[in-house]
């Protein structure tokens, strides 16, 4: 039986550039399931990047409802949506995002230091991540000397080590060559595979098609929603 | 908590040079605050120091004596017994202006003066040989001296070798009947210890000049010497019937307008330096909003991990509060070793005054909170979106 994760209704995000207003999400209703793998595909501009800064509880909703495993994100305050961020949702970024001036094991911790773990678990968990990606051994590297690659899979760690119910990846391939791109997305398949709900954003086609399930957006909208098989039809049919 | 603290340490000592132009404000804020406050505060002892050694209990009278109106010293004298219960001690003071010699040694700085019998206690010092200048002495005009230590060691080797002996003052010759004990540690030329004392009559005879100028009292109750002075006033009022031809001055008030000085230019001298450690305050302000704009990502990325306000507004607040009192602690340190090494070339006796250390401690950490607060909540407010976003 599947559960709702993510429950989306009639979301608009609207910004008022000068005397214009811009609706970056024009009333999207979206619900994901746990255990999915979707992926959000749009070009640029397409409102996308808006949806997932939503879905991410990194900012809230004109108008609509959000629901996050059942939790109303809709009208929470600042510090609500870091406590619920650092809960339930583990982040991948484009630009991987890791701290520069801290080792591997301490930024794969710092989720759990704001969840408020004690030292030993804190450490015994990102440790766990770590190996989980094959890093286990570079703890004590700093991000700098680390590959692309490399650091991506630090930040797949560091999204894990929370045990979060949605991992949220933001072009997680975008800054990376085919090989390792391939090897990030069988990685995320596999976790999907264990049971982990993923969204992923992108506005590449052919990294969609990784996914379960794809939701396209155009001018804040959803033009597409449906099965990885259908959406690689009408990608075919060059629509 | 402690984990901010590592965060601030750490972030400090991974932007060394900036983290110390920022910290060098604060070091000369506090360092200048202590060194000026404490080296004022020793001059401030040392002057003290040297008006009591004077005699804070003294009320000296200097008068114009003329022809048609003047106090003789009978007059003086019975205006003292009518006020022993306010005056202790009183004496006439005659300057002589020479030389003290001992066969072909002289000594010229050496202060001569014809005092009564009393002023042995008036001065509230003892004698190491002898005795002193008694009321005989000064009816018979005893050429008889007490001499000072200095005195004493410099013409004939010791005390004990210059009692008994005879000196020349100006020619005549006095017997030594007493040494003074040594006043001073340092003894010099001119100072506390190079004195001879005469009988005045005497003295008034050397100085060939009838009339007595100068008296010196010692109050009972240091409390009252204005009230005391007032009296002294009062009398030579009635009998010069003019206020220019005499000044009483207590030494007490001289001790308290030289204090009440010195404390004006040490609060301002303290207020510039305050001046200084606010400046460095606003230093400390502009180092934090540009950290704060470098770590724009930094911030952004610990808040979309789940960083609440309040612990990115910590670590900005705390980063800056441990700079700043990391300042404070060397300018501390520098200011106490700059106030000994002048103190030890000006030959005061200067120590970091407490209070300057807690207050300039303080004021700095107070300003490193004070200053930091406002980017600390700058960064606290960041929105995670443009914060990842920026570069």
């Not at chain 2, 202006?97 to 003066?113: E, H, P, Q, R």
């Amino acid at each position: 039986m599947a559960e709702p994760l993510i429950e989306l209704k009639d979301i608009y995000k609207i910004y008022q550039m000068g005397t214009e207003e811009v609706r970056a999400n024009d009333g999207i209703t979206l619900t994901i399931d746990r255990g999915e793998f979707v992926a959000i595909v749009g070009k640029s501009g397409s409102g996308k990047s808006t949806l997932m800064n939503i879905i991410g509880a990194l900012d809230v909703p004109t108008s609509g409802s959000y629901l996050l495993g059942g939790e109303d994100v809709d009208q929470m305050s600042d510090d609500q949506l870091a406590e619920i961020r650092n809960r339930m949702i583990g982040f991948i970024f484009q630009q991987y995002n890791l701290l520069p001036k801290s080792n591997l094991l301490e930024n794969v911790e710092l989720p759990l230091l704001y969840a408020k773990l004690p030292k030993e678990e804190r450490q015994e968990r990102a440790m766990q991540s770590l190996e989980r990606v094959g890093l286990a051994e570079k703890w004590k590297n700093h991000p700098g000397q680390l590959s692309g690659g490399q650091q991506q899979r630090v930040s797949i760690a560091r999204a894990l080590a929370g045990n979060p119910s949605l991992i949220l990846a933001d072009e997680p391939t975008g800054a990376l060559d085919s090989k390792t791109s391939r090897d990030v997305l069988d990685f995320l398949k596999e976790l999907n595979n264990e049971g982990n709900t993923i969204v992923m954003i992108t506005h590449d086609s052919s990294v969609a098609k990784e996914a379960r399930r794809v939701v396209r957006i155009h001018d804040g909208k959803i033009n597409f929603n449906g099965d990885v098989n259908d959406y690689a039809a009408i990608i075919q049919a060059g629509n | 908590m402690l984990q901010s603290f590592k965060l601030a340490i750490k972030s400090i000592w991974s932007n060394k040079m900036r983290s110390f132009l920022t910290m060098l404000g604060i070091i000369i804020g506090v360092a200048s605050v202590i060194i000026l406050v404490s080296l004022v505060n020793a001059y401030m002892s040392y002057m003290t120091e040297s008006f009591s050694s004077l005699g804070t209990n003294q009320i000296t009278v200097n008068m114009v004596n003329l022809p048609s109106r003047s106090v003789s010293v009978d007059e003086m004298y019975r205006f003292y017994e009518e006020h022993t219960e306010e005056f202790s001690h009183m004496t006439p003071v005659v300057s002589v202006s020479g030389t003290v010699k001992n066969g072909n040694d002289s000594m010229s700085a050496t202060s001569i003066n014809g005092v009564s019998e009393d002023y042995l206690g008036l001065k509230d010092w003892e004698l190491q040989y002898g005795r002193t200048i008694q009321y005989a002495d000064i009816m018979a005009r005893q050429k008889v001296c007490v001499i000072g230590a200095y005195v004493a060691n410099e013409l004939y080797g010791s005390a004990e070798k210059a009692y008994d002996e005879t000196i020349k003052v100006n020619g005549y010759a006095f017997k030594v009947v007493g040494v003074a004990e040594q006043q001073e540690d340092a003894m010099e030329d001119g100072g506390s210890d190079d004195f001879l004392w005469m009988p005045y009559s005497c003295a008034v005879k050397m100085a060939r000049n009838a009339n007595i100028n100068n008296y010196t009292f010692a109050i009972s109750d240091l409390s009252h010497a204005t009230e005391y002075k007032t009296l002294i006033e009062d009398f030579l009022y009635e009998k010069f019937k003019n206020e220019d031809l005499y000044t009483v001055t207590a030494m007490s008030e001289m001790l308290d307008s030289l204090n009440s000085m010195i404390a004006m230019v040490s609060a301002g001298l303290g207020g510039i330096a305050g001046i200084s450690l606010l400046v460095a305050g606003v230093g400390v302000m502009n180092i934090m909003l540009v950290s704060v704009t470098e770590r724009t990502r930094e911030i952004g990325i610990r808040k979309a991990l789940g960083a609440k306000r309040s612990v990115i507004m910590q670590q900005f607040v705390i980063e800056a509060a441990v700079t700043s009192s990391i300042g404070g602690v060397i300018g501390i340190l520098l200011g106490s070793l700059t106030t000994s090494a002048v103190g030890a070339v000006a030959g005061l006796n200067a120590t970091p005054t407490p209070a300057a250390v807690i207050v300039s401690f303080s004021v700095s950490v107070g300003i490193g909170l004070l200053f930091g607060y406002m980017p600390a909540s700058r960064a606290a407010k960041l929105n995670p979106i443009d914060a990842l976003r920026s570069e």
